[in-house]
Structure formats: structure tokens, C-alpha cells
């Protein structure tokens, strides 16, 4: 049986997650919309509500299923998914890409955010708590000024 392995934490675990619910429509048109620009095969969605603020997400490494673990902020969610979504492409579209948080993922994560016009500010409060100096070192070289 193939080994599964995920791109970030599985949400999955016990007693954090209330369970499989169908993903909100925003969510499906955005997975769409990004399957569509990058001409990747549009991934098996599967979403989970959590009894938290904040969200997680998954990528598998075979490229064609994310996992959102949905906390009450829409926004994060949100980002959740844009950020499985650029690992879903890269998986998809780069041999090299093994789905890690580097250089190759920020570089082209950027211009994402900024294609879906997600606030540029929340993404990076968010990703550099987790990825603090690729997350700098990639804004920089896109030409972006950095706050913190
Ligand atoms: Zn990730």
C-alpha cells in the first residue's frame, strides 16, 4: 500500500476536528478558479470544520487531495487554501518539488496571494510565524517591503 505523506500537518487528528462537511462554495469556486489558471487536474477537496479561530490544511503528495480544517475565521480559511493550492501546483507541475516550505514554494506563493487578492499583510503574519526566514528572504527578492 502507498505510503501517504503530506505537504503540511495533517488537521486530522483526534478530538481537533468535528468531521467531514461539505466545503463552503467560495471554496470550491476558488479551487476551481486556480486548477483552471494553472492547468492542473482541479484536486479532490475535503473539508472539516474545527472548533478554533485559526485553520489548517493538507496537500498529498501525490497532488490531488487537499484537506482544509476550517477554524471561525473565513479569512484564514481562505488563505488555507491558497496556500494547499500553490503546494497542489507545484506538486503538479514541478518534477523537482517535493512539497516543502522553501524557497521554490514562497517564490511562487507570493504572486499568488497577490493574483487572488488576499491582504498581503495577513499572509505574511501568518506564513512567517510558521516559516520566518524563507518567508523573508523570498518576499524580499519579489521586491516587497517587510514590516516586521
Ligand atoms: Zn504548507
Redesign the pocket.
Known amino acids: 500500500m502507498r505510503q501517504q505523506l503530506w ?2 500537518a495533517d488537521p486530522d487528528a483526534p478530538g481537533r476536528s468535528i468531521g467531514l462537511v461539505p466545503p463552503p462554495r467560495w471554496a470550491t469556486t476558488l479551487v476551481g478558479r486556480m486548477s483552471l489558471d494553472y492547468s492542473v487536474e482541479e484536486p479532490t477537496l475535503n473539508w472539516r470544520t474545527r472548533r478554533q479561530v485559526s485553520s489548517s ?1 493538507y ?1 498529498n503528495l501525490n497532488g490531488r487531495v487537499i484537506g482544509i480544517g476550517a477554524g471561525s475565521d473565513v479569512q484564514d480559511s481562505r488563505l488555507a487554501v491558497l ?2 493550492m500553490a ?1 497542489l501546483i507545484l506538486i503538479q507541475t514541478v518534477d523537482a518539488y517535493q512539497g516543502e ?1 522553501d524557497d521554490c ?1 514562497y517564490d511562487f506563493f507570493w504572486p499568488v496571494i497577490r493574483k487572488y487578492r488576499f491582504p498581503m499583510g495577513a499572509a505574511l503574519d501568518y506564513e512567517a510565524e510558521h516559516h520566518r526566514r524563507v518567508v523573508t528572504r523570498t518576499y524580499r527578492r519579489g521586491g516587497g517591503r517587510l514590516r516586521f
Open positions: 505537504a503540511c490544511g496537500c496556500h494547499e503546494h516550505h514554494f
